[in-house]
C-alpha cells in the first residue's frame, strides 16, 4: 500500500427541497446560474470540467467526480481532498433565493484509503456529523448517524439521514410505471491492473479530455453497461476517468482512480425493485476485476431478494460475499451494505 495518494473514495451529499410556489417548477433548482454553482463548488475545491443535460436534469462531470442538478433535487459527488459539506450553506442560501427549502438530507461514504490526509470536516466521521449537526435547519428533525460494519476493519459504510416532519422518504421515489426506486452505490479497490491500464492515457497524446474520455468508454465496455444512456465522459492527464449517463430521469456515474497500489472505481445508478440488477452489476465486475468490493443499496420496503440476486449474479465472477449489514433511518428507508472479495489475490 502506497504511504500517501489519491483518495478515491467518495464523499456523496444528497439534498432535497420543496416549495410552495408553482412557478418554482418545472426547472427550480435548475434555474441556478452556473456562476453560482462554480461559486459553491469553489468552497468544495472542485471544478467542472464537462457537462450535459436532457428534458430532467443537468449532469457535470466534475475535477473531482459529479454533480447532477434537479429541479428539487442536487446529489454531489465529490473524492481527493475536497470538503463536500461546505457545499451545504450556499446551496441552502441560493436555493432559498428560487422560493425553495430545504427538506432532507443524505451524506455517506465509504472508508478512506488515506484518512489522514483529509481536511476539516472530514478527518473523522464524528467531526461530519457534528458540522452536519450544526450546518442544516432545525426543521431536519428526523436525524441519525451510522458506521454499518463489515469484518474488515478497513471496510465501512458511513451514512447520515436528516428529514423534516413533513416530507418523508424524498430519495426514493417512484417512477413513471410506479415501480419503487433504489440507489446503488458500488466501490472497488485492488483492480485487476491490466484492465486498470486502460485507464492511462498515452503521454502526449494530443487529446482533449473529452475525446480521450469517449476512447476510454467504449475501449473498456462502459457504454455497454446501459446502451439507452447518453454519456457524459472525460479522460485525466496522466490518468484518471470520469463518466456521468443520462437515461431518462436515471443517472449513473463511473469514476476510475487506476493508479496501482490505491486503484479504485466506483458505479452509482438509480433502478427499479422489478429489475434484475445482475446483469449490471457482472458488467460492471468484468471492467474492473476488483480484489474487493462492496455495495450499498439504498431503499424503502423491499424484502431480501434484491441482496441474494446481488451476491449470486457476482459469485460466478469470483466474488463471495463476506459481510452483509443492515440499518433503517427515521424517514429516509432502509440501506444495506454488503462486502464482497474475489479469489484473485493481490501480490
Known amino acids: 500500500m502506497a504511504v500517501s495518494g489519491f483518495e478515491g473514495f467518495e464523499k456523496r451529499l444528497e439534498l432535497h427541497f420543496f416549495g410552495d410556489d408553482p412557478a418554482i417548477f ?6 441556478l446560474e452556473f456562476q453560482s454553482l462554480e461559486q459553491v463548488l469553489e468552497a468544495v475545491q472542485c471544478t467542472v470540467v464537462s457537462a450535459v443535460g436532457n428534458s430532467y436534469f443537468d449532469a457535470y462531470v466534475l475535477s473531482e467526480s459529479s454533480l447532477f442538478v434537479y ?6 459527488k465529490t473524492c481527493g481532498t475536497t470538503q463536500l459539506l461546505k457545499s451545504i450553506l450556499p446551496l441552502i442560501q441560493y436555493a432559498h433565493h428560487l422560493g425553495l427549502t430545504l427538506s432532507s438530507c443524505r451524506y455517506t461514504r465509504g472508508s478512506f484509503i488515506f484518512p489522514k490526509s483529509q481536511p476539516f470536516p472530514h478527518t473523522s466521521f464524528k467531526d461530519e456529523v457534528t ?8 426543521n431536519l428533525c428526523f436525524r441519525k448517524a451510522s458506521i454499518m460494519p463489515s ?14 416532519s413533513t416530507h418523508a422518504l424524498p430519495h426514493l421515489p417512484y417512477d413513471h410505471d410506479n415501480e419503487l426506486l433504489f440507489t446503488m452505490e458500488i466501490c472497488m479497490t485492488e483492480l485487476d491492473p491490466i484492465l486498470a ?3 492511462f492515457r498515452p503521454p502526449e497524446d494530443g487529446k482533449s479530455g473529452d475525446s480521450a474520455g469517449k476512447e476510454m468508454t467504449e475501449l473498456t465496455g462502459i457504454n455497454e453497461i446501459n446502451p439507452d444512456a447518453l454519456i457524459c465522459d472525460f479522460a485525466f492527464d496522466p490518468c484518471g476517468y470520469s463518466m456521468n449517463g443520462m437515461d431518462g430521469d436515471w443517472y449513473s456515474t463511473i469514476h476510475v482512480t487506476p493508479e496501482d497500489g490505491f ?3 466506483s458505479f452509482e445508478c438509480v433502478g427499479s425493485v422489478n429489475d434484475n440488477m445482475a446483469h449490471v452489476l457482472r458488467k460492471v465486475v468484468k471492467i474492473f476485476r476488483p480484489g474487493t468490493m462492496s455495495i450499498s443499496t439504498t431503499c424503502n420496503g423491499f424484502g ?17 460475499c463476506r459481510s452483509f449489514a443492515m440499518d433503517q433511518f427515521p424517514a429516509a428507508g432502509t440501506v444495506v451494505f454488503q462486502t464482497f472479495s474475489g479469489r484473485r489475490k493481490s501480490v
Do not use: C
Open 71 to 76: 429541479p428539487t433535487k442536487i446529489i454531489i
Open 131 to 138: 458540522y452536519l449537526q450544526d450546518t442544516i435547519p432545525s
Open 197 to 199: 491500464r486502460k485507464f
Open 263 to 265: 486503484s479504485y472505481a
Open 26 to 31: 418545472p426547472l427550480g433548482l435548475r434555474k
Open 151 to 164: 469484518k474488515s476493519s478497513s471496510h465501512s459504510w458511513h451514512v447520515f439521514t436528516a428529514n423534516d
Open 304 to 320: 431480501n431478494d434484491t441482496w441474494t440476486q446481488m451476491a449470486s449474479a457476482v459469485e460466478p465472477l469470483g466474488m463471495k
